[in-house]
T-cell receptor, first 113, second 113 residues
Framework: AQSVTQLGSHVSVSEGALVLLRCNYS??????LFWYVQYPNQGLQLLLKYTTGATLVKGINGFEAEFKKSETSFHLTKPSAHMSDAAEYFCAVRRNQGGKLIFGQGTELSVKP | GAGVSQSPSNKVTEKGKDVELRCDPISGHTALYWYRQRLGQGLEFLIY????????KSGLPSDRFSAERTGESVSTLTIQRTQQEDSAVYLCASRSRGQDTQYFGPGTRLTVL
């Protein structure tokens, strides 16, 4: 069975600092991996995804993630946090049948001035 | 073009009442998903529609939950005899055939008193 674990339900960084949100997955087949962001009172917005090819994936708003098969990880990073990055971030793996997504519990990112 | 829309945005109901939630997917998207997001938790898959195929209902938590979809357009999620544990944000997503990305609506916040 596929599953996703996000380490840390809440992460706080200072503005300008590195953002690192951790995601580990379990999958018996090559996974399709996604990061979504949810701003307050809004729906989920796709940040980036890994399907095949290059393992370092660049997304919107300066975020990127690296697929590391040996570590079963897909951590999300951004070199310099901005106040507008404060939101909840969800990592997800796609089930092969039907494409439904299995989500992690989410990580709330706070950015301090 | 227009994104996924959901209505109502908020719904407050009394325990034991039935509720109906609506989702309008992006035009031309053949796949439609319903997810539930309880407070402080990740998203749980509920049900998946793909074209005219039989829906995947494997995520529905009880027989009080049902959903319908008219062709490749509107879907309604019905919860009968609502319970307090049904309180959550219900999110709808749609996906184009052959694509990986699900596009989410803003959700319906359901509160059962």
């Amino acid at each position: 069975a596929q599953s996703v674990t996000q380490l840390g339900s809440h992460v706080s960084v200072s503005e300008g600092a590195l953002v690192l949100l951790r995601c580990n997955y379990s999958s018996s087949v090559p996974p399709y991996l996604f990061w979504y962001v949810q701003y307050p009172n809004q729906g989920l917005q796709l940040l980036l995804k890994y399907t095949t090819g290059a393992t370092l994936v660049k997304g919107i708003n300066g975020f990127e993630a690296e697929f590391k098969k040996s570590e079963t990880s897909f951590h999300l990073t951004k070199p310099s946090a901005h106040m507008s990055d404060a939101a909840e971030y969800f990592c997800a793996v796609r089930r092969n049948q039907g494409g439904k997504l299995i989500f992690g519990q989410g990580t709330e990112l706070s950015v301090k001035p | 073009g227009a994104g996924v829309s959901q209505s109502p945005s908020n719904k407050v109901t009394e325990k034991g009442k039935d509720v109906e939630l609506r989702c309008d997917p992006i035009s031309g998207h053949t796949a439609l998903y319903w997810y539930r997001q309880r407070l402080g938790q990740g998203l749980e898959f509920l049900i998946y529609f793909q074209g005219n195929s039989a829906p995947d209902k494997s995520g529905l938590p009880s027989d009080r939950f049902s959903a319908e979809r008219t062709g490749e357009s509107v879907s309604t999620l019905t919860i009968q005899r609502t319970q307090q544990e049904d309180s959550a944000v219900y999110l709808c997503a749609s996906r184009s055939r052959g694509q990986d990305t699900q596009y989410f609506g803003p959700g319906t916040r359901l509160t059962v008193l």
